[in-house]
């Protein structure tokens, strides 16, 4: 509406340009998520979020800018939102999960960067993103080679501030990191002006758990046969987890647990008993890349868990409640950041663990690895993976695609056999 268009133009988008990129969004959203049967009531929330996600999302953050609150975007989940939170400052991810702007990126980076860095170039050079406009500051990491580097480009474009993530999980790698976590703090309370205390990071840290708590409940209903919730519903509710409110989102997950909870009493499912259970695996999946989870959903099978940081690498780990110091929730932070299975590490044994053990309590037949192209780390893994999972007699099919919808039918000839293999 008029409202919007008036803040957009305010943000300094292409009006024009972000227009297609709202139509373009909102049919793939109508294909791939309104389509589906035996919806929970209480995705209706996750919808209206959805749809409004650059409208009153942003007049919201636009509010509390204009309160004297800051914007932190982030691309990781290493960085901490307890502490942003803390120092009363507004936590969202920045998307990245469409091709945009692809051209202009690759002056900036290789060809062969994956997608999910050149999305968010691309979406800052084609002026698409008003998350992106809204940040007083973007927090990068040095994670991949991909990234690092990237952030070394975009830097000139935003306000960054890059810690240091180490590649190990040595005493030495976590004093390193946790003297990152306070440069962190540092840089927030300066420009914040808020003091972060005992008390504020106390209560940032319990609305973060708070959170991660509701979607843990959510993984753990998800081990019911037939599969209460759709694996592409369960993805969006992991992505909108980056950029709603925190308490009001952990509300309506709640809530819609409590949905799952009946439908699983009354032995109801969105698919029926038997149908065959994958566990996706690997790279992060951010809005709207669900071209993956569409592909492995329609070919008889449904998705019952996100090994990912936009998934269970991001809820599994809960930050120690129990210090009463400043000094002591640090620790606990660090703790807690420094168990992310991330492949940036090396090594990573622990992920491999971890993988296993969902395969086996969310009772999946099979995992789909998916790797970005171009992505060094996890297409690493996945050979690693097929050895550890081929041990365990767990089959494992390993993808390694992109954003654009090229392959569609390929891959879904692959995920078909696969799963009539299983
Ligand atoms: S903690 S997974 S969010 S780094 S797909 S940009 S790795 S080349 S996203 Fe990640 Fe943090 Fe790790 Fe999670 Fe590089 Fe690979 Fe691209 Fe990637």
Redesign the pocket.
Known sequence: DAAHTEMWEKLNLDISAHDGLLEVLGKFYGDIYLSQENRLKGMEYLDFVLSEVHGLRIKELQDAKAAGKKIIGT????VPEELTLAANAVHVGLCSGADAGTDEAEKLVPRN?????KSFIGFKLARLCPFTESCDLVVG?T?????KKAYEAFGKLVPMHVME?PQTKTMDAKQLFKSEVLRYKDTLEELTGVEITAENLQKAISIVNEKRRALQRLSRLRAADPAPISGRDALLINQVSFYDDPERFTQSINTLCDQIEERIAQGDGVVPAGTKRLLLSG??MAVPNWKLPYVMESSNAVIVGEE??IGS??TRDLVDESADTIEGMIDALVERYMK?D???FTPNDERMVNVANMVNELNADGVIHY??S?????AHEAIKMQEVLSEKDIPMLSVETGYSMEDVEQLKTRVEAFVEML
């Open positions: 691309f990781c989940v290493f960067t994956c997608a999910l860095i990491e994670t991949c080679d991909g990234k993530v790279c992060p990912s940081c690498r991001n992310i991330c492949a940036c790797a970005l171009f992505c060094q780390p996890y």
